[in-house]
């Protein structure tokens, strides 16, 4: 498994784990309801995930023989970065989509609120990343 492969894959882990973990905490009874709240969860679920993100990879690099990018790497990456994109292009699409239209779907209420909205948004940002790492593992995976 290359180095790129690895990244990938500790990457997904990390995103599908805390994405997971705000889903059901913050997202489920109990969590918390105002905007400000909500964004405090935000903040403290980016920097976990940086942190996390830092010590894995380290521990990536140091474990796995160094390599420097070749044309296959950069092919991989483009072409997930185009799926990932476009999914993100689409939960963004879908969220506009239920403010004009008033709630088609995702919301029950009269009036769309902030709140609902912004967890929609990062939702779409977190499917996005998703998509474009699973990408680049099926990728590498089937060019291995």
Excluded at 53 to 69: C, G, H, L, M, N
Excluded at 73 to 102: C, H, N, P, T
């Amino acid at each position: 498994m290359s180095l790129y492969e690895k990244t990938a894959w500790a990457s997904l882990v990390v995103v599908v784990v805390t994405a997971g973990w705000y889903m059901v905490n913050v997202l489920g009874e109990g969590g918390p309801d105002d905007l400000a709240g909500i964004f405090a969860e935000m903040v403290a679920l980016v920097v976990v995930i940086v942190a996390i993100e830092i010590i894995a990879q380290i521990v990536i690099v140091v474990t796995t023989r160094k390599k420097d990018k070749d044309e296959r790497d950069v092919a991989i990456e483009g072409r997930a970065a185009i799926y990932g994109q476009l999914a993100v292009f689409v939960g963004v699409f879908w969220v506009i989509i239920q403010v004009v239209i008033d709630g088609i779907w995702l919301f029950d209420t009269e009036t769309i609120s902030r709140v609902a909205v912004v967890n929609s948004l990062l939702i779409a940002l977190v499917v996005g990343e998703i998509v474009n790492l699973g990408t680049q593992i099926v990728l590498y995976r089937r060019t291995a």
